[in-house]
C-alpha cells in the first residue's frame, strides 16, 4: 500500500517525540537492530493479499511459541558481534591446541580476552537461531518466516557450527575450540554473520510485531478480495488513547463518502485518525484496534489533517491545502482503490471562499466511486446540496451544555451538526474575561 511522509506524519505512524508514535506502541522488539528494521518495516506496507495474510500467520505462530523464544541473543551480544570485526587485534591462530591457546593467552593477553569474549557472544547468537529454525521451521510454517529460516538453518548448518549445536553454552567448550571457532568466524565467515544478524533483525521486528498485538489485544483483520474498496469495522478506537470511546465504521461503493460535522474538541480527527491507523497497520500485517474488522486491500492512503505553511518558500497556508488537494485528486483519478483522510478542509481562507472551495472539492470527489473518502468540516452549511448524491453518508459527533459545560459523548451519530461552541470555550476558558479587564 502506498503512503508518503505527509500521511504518515498524520496519522502519528511516526512523531518527533517518538513516545506519542504508532512507531512506539508497536515497537516491543529486543535488539536495536530489531527496531529499525521494525522502522523499515512501517515505511513500506505490504501490497499483496499473500504477503499480508504470510505477516499474519508469522505473528500467530510466533505468540503460540511465544514462551520458547530464545532469549541469550540479547542486544548486547548483537553489539558484540557486530564489534567483533571492527575490532583490531594480533591473529588468532587456526588450529589452537592446548599449547597454542596457551601461548595466544601468554603473548596476547588483552586481545586474548577479547577474543574469548567475542567468541562466547558468538556463540550465544548462533546458538540462539539455531534454536529459533528448531522451533518454528516445522511443517505449516508460514511462508516468509519458512523462507527466512530456511536460510538460517543453510548458514548455521556449517561443519564449524557443530560444536555450538552439541553444547548448551560456550562455558562448556574448551578454551581451543573456542579460539578455532572465533577465528573461524572473524575470518571465514563474515558475510554469512552479517546475513544473520540481517535475519535476526526480521525476526525480531516480528517478535516485537506479535508482542504489540498481545499486549493491546488487537485482532487480525480478514481481507476479502473486492473490485470495490470497503472497510467494515466493530469497535474501533484509536491506539495512542486510554479508555478510548470505539466506533462501527461501513464504507463501500454504494456509501464511499463519510460527511463528518461535529463542534471543536468533539472528536472528528481522533476518527478519521482511527480509521486511518487501522487501516494501516492491517496493510502491515499487524493487528487492529478494533473487535472486528473486514476491509478490501488498498493500493494507497493518502491524508490531508495537518496541513503547514512554509514560511521560506514564501507558501501560505491555503496554498499548501491547495496543492495537497491537487495531489489527491491525481492519485485518485489513476483507478486504483485510495482511503483519503481530509480533516478540515480550507482553514486557511475566509469562510465563503472555503465553502465554495470545499463544495467544489466534494462534488468532484463525489463522481470517484473506486475510492473511500472521510471528510470532517465545520461548514455545515454546504450539506444540503450535497443530499442529491446517493454514495454519501452524513454522520456527526454530538455537543451537549449543561451548566456552560461542554459534554462530549464522541458518539458517532447520523445526520448533520450545526454546534457552533467556539465563543462559550473561549468564555469557559477565561479569555472573554480577560479581555474585558483590559
Known amino acids: 500500500m502506498e503512503i508518503d511522509k505527509t500521511t504518515l506524519s498524520d496519522l502519528a505512524i511516526f512523531n518527533s517525540e517518538e513516545e506519542f508514535s504508532i512507531f512506539h506502541y508497536v515497537d516491543q522488539t529486543l535488539t536495536s537492530n530489531g527496531k529499525e528494521q521494525l522502522r523499515r518495516t512501517l515505511l513500506s506496507p505490504l501490497r499483496t493479499l499473500e504477503e499480508i495474510n504470510g505477516i499474519q500467520q508469522t505473528l500467530q505462530i510466533i505468540l503460540q511459541k511465544q514462551d520458547q523464544w530464545p532469549r541469550q541473543i540479547s542486544n548486547g551480544s548483537i553489539m558484540v558481534v557486530e564489534r567483533f570485526y571492527d575490532s583490531n587485534i594480533d591473529p588468532i591462530p587456526a588450529q589452537a591446541s592446548s599449547f597454542g591457546a596457551y601461548s595466544y593467552r601468554l603473548l596476547h ?70 579460539l578455532q571457532l572465533a577465528h573461524f568466524i572473524l575470518y571465514k565467515y563474515k558475510a554469512n554473520m552479517q546475513s544473520l544478524l540481517n535475519m535476526h533483525a526480521q525476526l525480531d521486528a516480528w517478535y516485537g510485531m506479535a508482542l504489540a498485538v498481545k499486549k493491546y489485544k488487537l485482532s487480525f483483520p480478514v481481507f476479502t478480495v473486492s473490485d470495490q474498496p470497503f472497510i467494515e469495522t466493530k469497535g474501533l478506537y484509536h491506539l495512542l488513547l486510554q479508555d478510548a470511546v470505539s466506533y462501527d ?122 475510492s473511500l473518502f472521510i471528510l470532517s468540516t465545520h461548514l455545515y452549511e454546504i450539506a444540503e446540496p450535497l443530499k442529491v448524491h446517493s454514495n454519501i ?46
Open 393 to 438: 453518508n452524513f454522520n456527526y459527533f454530538e455537543t451537549t451544555v449543561e451548566d456552560e459545560q461542554l459534554v462530549f459523548n464522541y458518539q458517532l451519530k447520523k445526520g448533520i451538526s450545526n454546534d457552533r461552541f467556539g465563543y462559550l470555550i473561549l468564555k469557559k476558558e477565561g479569555v472573554v474575561k480577560m479581555l474585558e479587564d483590559l
Open 249 to 370: 465504521v461501513s464504507l463501500n461503493r454504494q456509501t464511499n463518502f463519510l460527511f463528518l460535522t461535529g463542534a471543536n474538541m468533539a472528536g472528528k480527527s481522533t476518527f478519521i485518525k482511527s480509521v486511518g491507523i487501522a487501516v494501516f497497520l492491517a496493510h502491515i500485517g499487524m493487528g487492529v484496534p478494533a473487535q472486528q474488522m473486514e476491509l478490501s486491500l488498498f493500493d494507497g492512503t493518502l491524508s490531508n489533517i495537518n496541513v503547514n505553511d512554509n514560511i521560506v518558500k514564501g507558501e501560505s497556508y491555503f496554498f499548501n491545502e491547495v496543492q495537497r488537494i491537487k495531489s489527491t485528486i491525481q492519485k485518485v483519478n489513476d483507478g486504483r482503490k485510495w482511503l483519503i483522510l481530509i480533516d478540515e478542509l480550507f482553514k486557511g481562507t475566509n469562510v465563503q471562499d472555503a465553502m465554495k472551495c470545499s463544495s467544489a472539492v466534494i462534488e468532484g470527489f463525489l463522481k470517484i466511486r473506486n
Open 109 to 178: 593477553g588483552p586481545d586474548y580476552s577479547l577474543v574469548k569474549y567475542s567468541a562466547t557472544h558468538c556463540f550465544d547468537f548462533v546458538k540462539g537461531m539455531q534454536q529459533l529454525v528448531k522451533i518454528f521451521l516445522t511443517e505449516g510454517c508460514p511462508a516468509p518466516l519458512k523462507k527466512l529460516l530456511t536460510e538460517v538453518k543453510h548458514i548455521t548448518d556449517h561443519e564449524a557450527f557443530r560444536l555450538i549445536a552439541a553444547h548448551n553454552k560456550a562455558a562448556d567448550v574448551a578454551i581451543p575450540q573456542l
